[in-house]
């Protein structure tokens, strides 16, 4: 397994071009993970992803670009760190409404089994529609934990309102701020937003940057540190989910 993908390894795919959005689906998947795929959308301006429904729960950030999410006739506006979560069985249309690439991060729960009928699907989460919700929808709280510095997080930003195969955070680290060494039961995947870092984990180094996807496997004993001049901000998605309290 690799520690670390570069999103910037992906590319254009020719043979979707013409619908004017592509999908990459592979940065995580089972060689890391059953609970969930991670895979990253770019959308060309004036082009669109067709609404259609699926049966997994789906969830969308946007890392960069100007959109609309259209459901059920209406629409939604979205940009840089909106959240799109989407139901299964509920069909979205997104569309770039702007002038560069719209660049969306997307979390697909499993496949369920096939004799799973449509009470089964459903009975995971409480959201019956999908959601938009903007950066500003969520409200920086400090970190506050043995061994850790620097630390501040809008917690549980993707949770059991959606799924019950992972969950998401959102973290922001300050120039020096680290993580001592721990180890966790669960996995834990950043994906880095902003900034640069590095990472030990059971002794080796790693160094990651902007667009970089850092996997730190089970009970693995690791340590972050942002050591560059800005924030270091990052999703970190849990599985199995994390729970916090959000009061």
Sequence with gaps: MNVITATSNWYWSPATAAAGHAISTGLIGPEYTDAYSLGLA???????????????????????????????GAGREISRGSLVKVPCGVAIELR????????LLT?????????????ELQSARQLSEAEVLSAESFAWKAFEATGVQGYELKPTIVGDEL???????????????????????????????????????????????????????PGSLHELRNHGENSL???????????????
């Excluded at 959308?43 to 960069?64: H, K, L, T």
Aim: one cysteine or more.
């Design 233 to 247: 901000v990052f999703l970190t998605i849990y599985d199995p989910p994390r729970r916090r309290k959000t009061s």
């Design 42 to 72: 770019r959308i060309e301006p004036g082009g669109s992803i067709p609404a259609r429904a699926s049966v997994r729960n789906q969830a969308y950030f946007v890392m960069d670009g100007e959109g609309v999410a259209l459901c059920a």
């Design 163 to 217: 799924t019950q195969a992972y969950s998401v955070d959102l973290m922001r680290v300050a120039p020096g701020g680290y993580s001592e060494a721990h180890t966790d039961l669960g996995r834990h995947a950043f994906v880095i937003l902003e900034g640069v870092g590095q990472v030990i984990i059971d002794g080796q180094t790693f160094c990651f940057q902007h667009g970089d996807i850092v996997k730190v496997p």
């Design 107 to 119: 979390i697909c729960d499993p496949a369920p089994e096939p004799r799973a009928g449509a009470g």
């Design 96 to 103: 770039n409404s702007g002038a560069s690439p719209l660049w």
